[in-house]
């Protein structure tokens, strides 16, 4: 039962332009949302997160969006540029209290810039 | 950068043999994680902990043992290794209850013959 889904394996991209990542959930207990970018042998680093109170937040040239009713969030790389040549995950995690923090990822997308 | 450790980096193993992967983190934070990376699966929880000595299973804990005795380590035991454990292991920290951002260490990949 995969509970967060990132239904593009890959994306490709011209320097530049938009790169749009999806991500969708099931869970309605998910309140926090992060975004994780991932380079070849190394571990995760997180770039963005959000809160299921909002619907935006920004950093720089990223912007998670999200859309608690659709159960979609999306993360828009504005310009594109080639060094953002990662796999990135999304991921979700649950109230506090028990949950201790755990996370739940996606399966990734691979988004690779063209110079 | 939460000085996250791991060794080691990388181990092939023959199965049915021990393995312990450790993961030393240097800014005492109170919960740490150990997940796995396969294809299509993204990032999958073993095992986590949320103080010294207190830890619990996460969604692929079968097969998979944990101890924390001191903060800064967190110790993933496989008990009898198998070729389906072939995979990527990260360890994960997380400063305290009002953080919900993990920092992870580089990676250990470990091949199971």
């Known amino acids: 039962d995969q509970q967060v889904k990132q239904n593009s394996p890959s994306l490709s991209v011209q320097e530049g332009r938009i790169s749009i990542l999806n991500c969708d959930y099931t869970?309605?207990?998910?309140?926090?949302f992060l975004w994780y970018k991932k380079y070849p042998a190394e571990g995760p680093t997180f770039l963005i997160s959000?809160?299921?109170?909002?619907d935006k937040n920004e950093d720089g040239r990223f912007t998670v969006f999200l859309n608690k009713s659709a159960k979609h969030l999306s993360l828009h790389i504005v310009p594109s540029q080639p060094g953002d040549s990662a796999v990135y995950f999304c991921?979700?995690?649950?109230?506090?209290?028990?949950?201790?923090?755990?996370?739940?990822f996606g399966q990734g997308t691979i988004l690779t810039v063209h110079p | 950068d939460a000085g996250i450790t791991q060794s080691p980096r990388h181990k092939v193993t023959e199965t049915g043999t021990p393995v312990t992967l450790r993961c030393h983190q240097t800014?005492?934070?109170?919960?740490m994680y150990w997940y796995r990376q396969d294809p299509g699966h993204g990032l999958r929880l073993i095992h986590y902990?949320?103080?010294?000595?207190?830890?619990d299973k996460g969604e692929v804990s079968d097969g998979y043992s944990v101890s924390r005795s001191k903060t800064e380590d967190f110790l993933l035991t496989l008990e009898s290794a198998t070729s389906s454990q072939t995979s990527v292991y990260f360890c994960?920290?997380?400063?305290?209850?009002?953080?919900?951002?993990?920092?992870f260490g580089p990676g250990t990949r470990l091949t199971v013959t």
């Open positions: 994960a920290t997380r400063t305290g209850p009002l953080s919900y951002e993990q920092y």
């Open positions: 869970n309605s207990m998910f309140d926090y």
């Open positions: 959000i809160s299921s109170i909002k």
């Open positions: 991921a979700a995690s649950g109230a506090g209290g028990t949950s201790y923090g755990k996370l739940t």
């Open positions: 800014e005492n934070h109170r919960y």
């Open positions: 902990s949320y103080g010294v000595k207190d830890t």
